[in-house]
Structure formats: C-alpha cells, structure tokens
C-alpha cells in the first residue's frame, strides 16, 4: 500500500540547533516526493520537490531509495521556522493523488 | 491576493443542513483539487477537476458530497445532509499544466463544524 509517515508529530529544537523532519514512504513504483509548510494562520506552501534537489530557506532533502526515507533537514533552525511540515507522496500512475503524512510540528525554541 | 481563494473561510452548521463551499483557483490553473484535512493529520484527496471535467473522486467520498466546476473556472464543493463526522478543514487547490503533480497552490480553507 502507498503511505507516507512521519513518525514526529511534534519536533522541538533550539534555535542554531541542527533540524531534521523525517519522513517515510511506501511505494513500489518510481516516487517523487514533496515537502510543504504551513505557518501559522497561512496556506499550505510548497517547500522542495526531491526532483529539484534545491535548497529553500536553509532546508534540503535528499530521496533515499534505499530506506524509503526523505528527511528534511536544517543545519542551524531559526525561529521562524517554527511551522507545521508535511510530507508528500506523488504516485506515478496518477493524475492527482497525492498521499500525504501526517505532519510533524516543528517548534524553535529561542 | 491572486491566490486561490476559498469562502466561506468557516461554516457553523447543524446536523442535517446542507453546505456549500466555493473556490476560486488562481487565473489560467487548469487542474483544480478538494482536499480535506482534520485534526492532525495531513489533507486527504476528494476530488480532482481538470478544466470542467471531474476526472477522479476518492472513493472515501460519499454521495452526499458533490462537486461541480462550471466552465473551468471556480469551483463548488457540496456537502448534503451533514453529519457531524464532516467537521473538517476543506482545501482547494489548483495547479497549471505544465508544473509537477505535487507542485500545488492552496487556498486558505474553509474549516465547518457540524452540531
């Protein structure tokens, strides 16, 4: 079956600290995965796309097939990068599925 | 704001009532998708429009949810006979041809209670 985990539901550093969300996926198939953020009181918001392989506002991930892993990480975390983070899963035989974990609260503390 | 749009943002309803949310993508999208999200956990897909055509409903969706887009443009998410189990979050999102399948732009929601 298709899944996305993300085994934090809630991740707590201080600031300077180093950052990484975990994210696990199941899939068969070719993934192509997807990081988005949600701050507080805004729309979800892309963050990076694996294909990309871009850094954004400090943040990189890197598709480990291997493990089934796409972690996001930070070397130094800042405080506004306190945020919901979502993982994402876009299946390749789809149009418009995506599946999606649950989110990890990310919370910087000063 | 040129983002997508989405009203009402929340919605108080009692059980039984139906509700009608709106969603205005961004100009020119021609892909357009309700999800809908509840507390702690990610959005979950509902259905999905490319231009006028509804291309794919989830089959977690039940009859008593429907959804048009007249014309390619906004979009209307319709829920009859609520029950209290439809207390959510519902996200519009649209996409324009050419940019990846996961590469989407949200609307702000539209959170309903049901009493």
């Known amino acids: 079956a298709q899944r996305v985990t993300q085994p934090e539901k809630l991740l707590s550093v201080f600031k300077g600290a180093p950052v990484e969300l975990k994210c696990n996926y199941s899939y068969s198939g070719s993934p192509e995965l997807f990081w988005y953020v949600q701050y507080s009181r805004q729309r979800l918001q892309l963050l990076l796309r694996h294909i990309s392989r871009e850094s954004i506002k400090g943040f990189t991930a890197d598709l480990n097939k291997g493990e089934t892993s796409f972690h996001l990480k930070k070397p130094f975390a800042q405080e506004e990068d306190s945020a919901m983070y979502y993982c994402a899963l876009s299946v390749g035989d789809s149009n418009y599925q995506l599946i999606w974990g649950a989110g990890t609260k990310l919370i910087i503390k000063p | 704001d040129t983002g997508v749009s989405q009203n009402p943002r929340h919605k108080i309803t009692k059980r039984g009532q139906n509700v009608t949310f709106r969603c205005d993508p961004i100009s020119e999208h021609n892909r357009l998708y309700w999800y809908r999200q509840t507390l702690g956990q990610g959005p979950e897909f509902l259905t999905y429009?490319?231009?006028?055509?509804?291309?794919?409903k989830s089959r977690l969706l039940s009859d008593r949810f429907s959804a048009e887009r007249p014309k390619g443009s906004f979009s209307t998410l319709e829920i009859q006979r609520t029950e209290q189990g439809d207390s959510a979050m519902y996200l519009c999102a649209s996409r324009p041809l050419g940019l990846a399948k996961g590469e989407l732009f949200f609307g702000e929601g539209s959170r309903l209670t049901v009493l």
């Open positions: 429009f490319q231009n006028e055509a509804q291309l794919e």
